[in-house]
Protein backbone atom coordinates (compact mmCIF):
# COMPACT_ATOMS: atom_id res chain seq x y z
CA UNK A 1 0.00 0.00 0.00
CA UNK A 2 1.34 3.31 -0.79
CA UNK A 3 2.89 5.63 1.63
CA UNK A 4 0.51 8.24 0.80
CA UNK A 5 -2.03 6.15 2.44
CA UNK A 6 -0.16 4.16 4.89
CA UNK A 7 1.18 7.12 6.50
CA UNK A 8 -0.14 9.98 8.92
CA UNK A 9 2.24 12.92 7.26
CA UNK A 10 4.40 14.54 10.19
CA UNK A 11 1.88 18.49 10.30
CA UNK A 12 4.97 20.56 9.02
CA UNK A 13 5.70 18.20 5.70
CA UNK A 14 2.06 19.47 4.02
CA UNK A 15 3.48 23.04 3.09
CA UNK A 16 6.35 21.81 1.41
CA UNK A 17 4.51 18.92 -0.01
CA UNK A 18 1.50 21.58 -1.04
CA UNK A 19 4.80 23.96 -2.87
CA UNK A 20 6.20 21.11 -4.27
CA UNK A 21 2.45 19.10 -6.26
CA UNK A 22 1.24 23.15 -7.39
CA UNK A 23 4.59 23.66 -9.43
CA UNK A 24 4.07 20.75 -10.34
CA UNK A 25 1.12 21.40 -11.91
CA UNK A 26 2.28 24.40 -13.17
CA UNK A 27 4.90 23.38 -14.96
CA UNK A 28 2.66 20.51 -16.72
CA UNK A 29 0.19 22.64 -17.68
CA UNK A 30 2.53 25.14 -18.69
CA UNK A 31 4.38 22.20 -20.94
CA UNK A 32 0.75 21.31 -22.08
CA UNK A 33 -0.37 24.38 -23.17
CA UNK A 34 2.98 25.33 -24.93
CA UNK A 35 2.95 22.55 -26.70
CA UNK A 36 -0.39 22.40 -27.76
CA UNK A 37 -0.18 26.04 -28.86
CA UNK A 38 3.71 25.45 -30.70
CA UNK A 39 1.97 22.53 -32.57
CA UNK A 40 -1.43 23.67 -33.99
CA UNK A 41 0.45 27.65 -34.64
CA UNK A 42 0.72 26.77 -38.25
CA UNK A 43 3.22 29.07 -38.85
CA UNK A 44 0.64 32.21 -37.17
CA UNK A 45 3.44 34.47 -35.81
CA UNK A 46 1.64 35.68 -32.88
CA UNK A 47 0.71 31.66 -31.73
CA UNK A 48 4.52 30.61 -31.65
CA UNK A 49 4.91 33.63 -29.77
CA UNK A 50 2.37 33.01 -27.25
CA UNK A 51 3.69 29.35 -26.95
CA UNK A 52 6.90 30.22 -26.56
CA UNK A 53 6.21 33.20 -23.31
CA UNK A 54 3.89 30.49 -22.10
CA UNK A 55 7.08 28.03 -21.92
CA UNK A 56 9.29 30.89 -20.30
CA UNK A 57 6.35 32.28 -18.21
CA UNK A 58 4.55 29.31 -16.50
CA UNK A 59 6.48 25.95 -16.90
CA UNK A 60 10.09 27.84 -15.89
CA UNK A 61 8.66 29.61 -12.55
CA UNK A 62 6.81 26.38 -12.00
CA UNK A 63 9.69 23.99 -11.92
CA UNK A 64 11.63 26.10 -9.49
CA UNK A 65 8.50 26.14 -7.30
CA UNK A 66 8.03 22.96 -7.92
CA UNK A 67 12.29 22.03 -7.31
CA UNK A 68 12.23 24.08 -4.34
CA UNK A 69 9.11 22.34 -2.77
CA UNK A 70 11.33 18.76 -3.59
CA UNK A 71 14.15 19.80 -1.69
CA UNK A 72 12.11 21.08 1.26
CA UNK A 73 10.28 17.84 1.32
CA UNK A 74 13.29 16.00 0.81
CA UNK A 75 14.72 17.62 3.67
CA UNK A 76 11.58 17.67 5.97
CA UNK A 77 11.28 13.95 5.77
CA UNK A 78 14.61 13.53 6.33
CA UNK A 79 16.40 11.62 3.12
CA UNK A 80 18.88 13.54 3.29
CA UNK A 81 19.95 12.46 6.62
CA UNK A 82 20.01 9.01 5.86
CA UNK A 83 23.56 6.97 5.34
CA UNK A 84 25.47 7.65 1.96
CA UNK A 85 25.08 4.15 0.80
CA UNK A 86 21.69 3.91 1.40
CA UNK A 87 19.17 3.02 -1.30
CA UNK A 88 16.71 5.43 -2.10
CA UNK A 89 13.38 3.94 -3.28
CA UNK A 90 12.84 3.88 -7.00
CA UNK A 91 10.06 6.13 -6.55
CA UNK A 92 12.25 9.38 -5.21
CA UNK A 93 15.34 8.65 -8.03
CA UNK A 94 12.75 9.16 -10.99
CA UNK A 95 11.69 12.20 -9.72
CA UNK A 96 14.72 13.18 -8.73
CA UNK A 97 16.19 12.16 -12.57
CA UNK A 98 13.26 13.79 -13.85
CA UNK A 99 13.68 17.16 -12.34
CA UNK A 100 16.88 17.77 -12.97
CA UNK A 101 17.65 16.63 -16.18
CA UNK A 102 13.94 17.88 -17.19
CA UNK A 103 15.07 21.17 -15.55
CA UNK A 104 18.66 21.31 -17.82
CA UNK A 105 16.23 20.45 -20.60
CA UNK A 106 13.57 22.91 -20.03
CA UNK A 107 16.60 25.28 -20.14
CA UNK A 108 17.89 24.38 -23.22
CA UNK A 109 14.38 24.33 -24.84
CA UNK A 110 13.55 27.91 -23.47
CA UNK A 111 17.42 29.09 -25.22
CA UNK A 112 16.47 27.19 -28.26
CA UNK A 113 12.86 29.06 -28.40
CA UNK A 114 14.51 32.16 -27.36
CA UNK A 115 16.51 32.50 -30.45
CA UNK A 116 13.88 30.92 -32.38
CA UNK A 117 11.19 33.80 -31.12
CA UNK A 118 14.05 36.49 -32.32
CA UNK A 119 14.67 34.54 -35.63
CA UNK A 120 10.80 34.54 -36.19
CA UNK A 121 10.87 38.42 -35.86
CA UNK A 122 13.77 38.48 -38.57
CA UNK A 123 10.88 36.37 -40.82
CA UNK A 124 14.13 33.84 -40.62
CA UNK A 125 11.22 30.56 -40.55
CA UNK A 126 9.80 28.94 -37.35
CA UNK A 127 12.28 25.73 -37.36
CA UNK A 128 13.67 26.08 -34.17
CA UNK A 129 10.50 26.66 -32.20
CA UNK A 130 9.48 23.30 -33.68
CA UNK A 131 12.25 22.05 -31.83
CA UNK A 132 10.94 23.81 -28.64
CA UNK A 133 7.60 22.00 -29.31
CA UNK A 134 9.52 18.62 -29.52
CA UNK A 135 11.32 19.89 -26.11
CA UNK A 136 8.44 20.72 -24.60
CA UNK A 137 6.33 17.25 -25.53
CA UNK A 138 9.57 14.86 -24.16
CA UNK A 139 9.30 17.19 -21.45
CA UNK A 140 5.17 16.39 -20.75
CA UNK A 141 6.13 12.85 -21.13
CA UNK A 142 8.97 12.67 -18.81
CA UNK A 143 7.08 14.53 -16.24
CA UNK A 144 3.76 12.64 -16.73
CA UNK A 145 6.11 9.28 -15.74
CA UNK A 146 7.43 11.34 -12.48
CA UNK A 147 4.14 12.39 -11.64
CA UNK A 148 2.86 8.47 -11.75
CA UNK A 149 5.99 7.70 -9.69
CA UNK A 150 5.76 9.87 -7.14
CA UNK A 151 2.01 9.47 -6.48
CA UNK A 152 1.99 5.36 -7.18
CA UNK A 153 5.28 4.88 -5.86
CA UNK A 154 6.47 1.18 -6.97
CA UNK A 155 9.38 -0.13 -5.26
CA UNK B 1 2.24 -1.48 -6.73
CA UNK B 2 -0.98 -2.49 -5.63
CA UNK B 3 -4.71 -1.66 -7.31
CA UNK B 4 -5.50 1.23 -5.28
CA UNK B 5 -1.61 2.39 -5.82
CA UNK B 6 -2.82 2.49 -9.91
CA UNK B 7 -5.69 4.17 -9.02
CA UNK B 8 -4.21 6.65 -6.83
CA UNK B 9 -1.77 7.29 -9.52
CA UNK B 10 -4.21 7.74 -12.45
CA UNK B 11 -6.39 9.75 -9.50
CA UNK B 12 -3.32 12.00 -9.25
CA UNK B 13 -3.01 12.35 -12.93
CA UNK B 14 -6.46 13.24 -13.60
CA UNK B 15 -5.72 16.13 -11.26
CA UNK B 16 -2.66 17.05 -12.98
CA UNK B 17 -4.73 17.21 -16.25
CA UNK B 18 -7.48 19.17 -14.59
CA UNK B 19 -4.75 21.99 -13.95
CA UNK B 20 -3.40 21.57 -16.81
CA UNK B 21 -6.49 22.76 -18.78
CA UNK B 22 -6.82 25.71 -16.63
CA UNK B 23 -3.46 26.81 -17.34
CA UNK B 24 -4.05 26.67 -21.02
CA UNK B 25 -7.46 28.60 -20.77
CA UNK B 26 -5.46 30.87 -18.78
CA UNK B 27 -3.12 31.67 -21.28
CA UNK B 28 -6.06 31.87 -23.98
CA UNK B 29 -7.47 34.38 -21.64
CA UNK B 30 -4.41 36.46 -21.94
CA UNK B 31 -3.87 36.57 -25.00
CA UNK B 32 -7.87 37.22 -25.80
CA UNK B 33 -7.44 40.63 -24.36
CA UNK B 34 -5.76 41.86 -26.87
CA UNK B 35 -7.16 40.71 -29.50
CA UNK B 36 -10.13 42.42 -31.53
CA UNK B 37 -10.34 40.86 -35.06
CA UNK B 38 -12.40 37.82 -35.70
CA UNK B 39 -9.75 36.08 -37.68
CA UNK B 40 -7.29 35.79 -34.31
CA UNK B 41 -10.36 35.34 -31.61
CA UNK B 42 -11.63 32.38 -34.09
CA UNK B 43 -7.82 30.87 -34.03
CA UNK B 44 -8.46 30.29 -30.32
CA UNK B 45 -10.72 27.55 -31.52
CA UNK B 46 -8.37 24.29 -32.20
CA UNK B 47 -6.38 25.24 -28.77
CA UNK B 48 -9.43 25.02 -27.34
CA UNK B 49 -10.65 21.68 -27.78
CA UNK B 50 -7.00 20.87 -25.97
CA UNK B 51 -8.30 22.48 -23.15
CA UNK B 52 -11.39 21.07 -23.09
CA UNK B 53 -10.29 17.56 -23.44
CA UNK B 54 -7.70 18.12 -20.64
CA UNK B 55 -10.24 19.50 -18.18
CA UNK B 56 -12.94 16.39 -19.26
CA UNK B 57 -10.38 13.98 -19.01
CA UNK B 58 -9.17 15.20 -15.57
CA UNK B 59 -12.14 16.43 -14.06
CA UNK B 60 -14.28 12.95 -14.97
CA UNK B 61 -10.93 11.16 -13.72
CA UNK B 62 -10.73 13.15 -10.28
CA UNK B 63 -14.11 12.33 -9.45
CA UNK B 64 -14.71 8.76 -10.83
CA UNK B 65 -11.20 8.04 -8.90
CA UNK B 66 -11.71 9.51 -5.97
CA UNK B 67 -15.42 8.33 -4.81
CA UNK B 68 -13.44 4.71 -5.66
CA UNK B 69 -10.19 5.50 -3.77
CA UNK B 70 -12.70 6.61 -0.73
CA UNK B 71 -14.81 3.25 -0.67
CA UNK B 72 -10.96 1.06 -1.49
CA UNK B 73 -9.17 2.34 0.82
CA UNK B 74 -9.65 0.77 4.36
CA UNK B 75 -8.59 4.21 6.17
CA UNK B 76 -11.10 6.64 4.37
CA UNK B 77 -14.72 7.05 4.34
CA UNK B 78 -17.11 8.69 2.38
CA UNK B 79 -18.15 10.87 4.59
CA UNK B 80 -14.67 11.74 6.28
CA UNK B 81 -15.35 15.57 6.26
CA UNK B 82 -12.05 16.36 3.83
CA UNK B 83 -13.96 14.01 1.36
CA UNK B 84 -17.61 15.60 1.27
CA UNK B 85 -15.55 18.67 0.85
CA UNK B 86 -13.51 18.16 -1.88
CA UNK B 87 -16.93 16.66 -3.67
CA UNK B 88 -18.74 19.99 -2.62
CA UNK B 89 -15.50 21.87 -3.95
CA UNK B 90 -15.30 19.35 -7.19
CA UNK B 91 -19.01 20.63 -7.85
CA UNK B 92 -18.79 23.94 -7.81
CA UNK B 93 -15.31 24.08 -9.50
CA UNK B 94 -17.25 22.48 -12.76
CA UNK B 95 -20.36 25.04 -11.96
CA UNK B 96 -17.98 27.67 -12.31
CA UNK B 97 -16.35 26.51 -15.51
CA UNK B 98 -19.14 25.57 -17.34
CA UNK B 99 -19.79 29.46 -16.51
CA UNK B 100 -16.75 30.38 -17.63
CA UNK B 101 -16.72 28.75 -20.90
CA UNK B 102 -20.50 30.07 -22.07
CA UNK B 103 -18.98 33.80 -20.71
CA UNK B 104 -15.86 33.56 -23.92
CA UNK B 105 -18.22 31.69 -26.03
CA UNK B 106 -19.81 34.96 -27.11
CA UNK B 107 -16.87 36.33 -28.31
CA UNK B 108 -16.49 33.69 -30.71
CA UNK B 109 -19.98 34.06 -31.76
CA UNK B 110 -19.32 37.59 -32.24
CA UNK B 111 -16.64 36.67 -33.90
CA UNK B 112 -18.47 34.37 -36.46
CA UNK B 113 -21.29 36.92 -37.17
CA UNK B 114 -18.21 39.71 -38.37
CA UNK B 115 -16.28 37.21 -40.25
CA UNK B 116 -19.81 35.96 -41.98
CA UNK B 117 -20.90 39.66 -42.62
CA UNK B 118 -16.90 39.68 -43.87
CA UNK B 119 -15.67 42.68 -41.30
CA UNK B 120 -12.58 41.31 -40.50
CA UNK B 121 -10.94 44.30 -39.32
CA UNK B 122 -10.72 45.70 -35.29
CA UNK B 123 -13.98 45.82 -33.21
CA UNK B 124 -13.97 47.24 -30.36
CA UNK B 125 -16.96 45.50 -29.35
CA UNK B 126 -15.40 41.81 -29.92
CA UNK B 127 -12.29 43.42 -28.09
CA UNK B 128 -14.62 44.61 -25.56
CA UNK B 129 -16.27 40.64 -25.37
CA UNK B 130 -12.58 39.28 -25.22
CA UNK B 131 -11.82 41.26 -22.00
CA UNK B 132 -14.66 40.14 -20.24
CA UNK B 133 -14.81 40.97 -16.44
CA UNK B 134 -17.13 38.03 -15.81
CA UNK B 135 -15.27 35.57 -17.59
CA UNK B 136 -12.28 36.22 -15.88
CA UNK B 137 -13.76 36.72 -12.26
CA UNK B 138 -15.43 33.64 -13.10
CA UNK B 139 -11.97 31.81 -14.33
CA UNK B 140 -9.95 33.18 -11.23
CA UNK B 141 -13.12 31.90 -8.76
CA UNK B 142 -12.49 28.55 -10.54
CA UNK B 143 -8.48 28.47 -9.81
CA UNK B 144 -9.03 29.65 -6.71
CA UNK B 145 -12.05 26.18 -5.51
CA UNK B 146 -9.43 24.04 -7.52
CA UNK B 147 -6.43 25.39 -5.37
CA UNK B 148 -8.56 24.68 -1.97
CA UNK B 149 -9.12 21.66 -3.28
CA UNK B 150 -5.55 20.53 -3.70
CA UNK B 151 -5.09 22.11 0.20
CA UNK B 152 -8.14 19.71 1.05
CA UNK B 153 -6.13 16.79 -0.68
CA UNK B 154 -2.66 17.22 1.34
CA UNK B 155 -4.03 18.83 4.75
CA UNK B 156 -7.07 16.34 5.11
CA UNK B 157 -8.81 18.05 7.77
CA UNK B 158 -10.57 15.74 9.93
CA UNK B 159 -8.78 12.84 8.50
Known amino acids: MSAVFAAVRAEEQNFPLFVHVLGA ?15 LARG ?16 FPGWIIMRVGAQWIYSEQGWDDLPDD ?9 GYFAADLGGLILLVSLIVGGIGVYRLRADKG ?21 AWAMSGKPN | MSFDDWM ?21 IVAARRTDTPGPTLSFAPFTKVGNAAVGIGAGGTIVLGIFLAFSVGDYDIWDPWIVA ?11 GQRTGKAYLVPVQKAQE ?46
Not at chain 2, 138 to 146: M, N, P, R, Y
Open chain 1, 44 to 59: DARSLRVGYWTLLAMS
Open chain 1, 86 to 94: FEEPAWLGI
Open chain 2, 8 to 28: LALHVLSAFSYVAGLVLFWVL
Open chain 1, 126 to 146: SGLLRATMILSLILLAAYVVA
Open chain 1, 25 to 39: TILVGGLLTAATILA
Open chain 2, 86 to 96: ALVLWFVAAGL
Open chain 2, 114 to 159: LNAAGQTGPNTELLALNRTSQGLMLQFLASLVLLLILADMIWKPGA
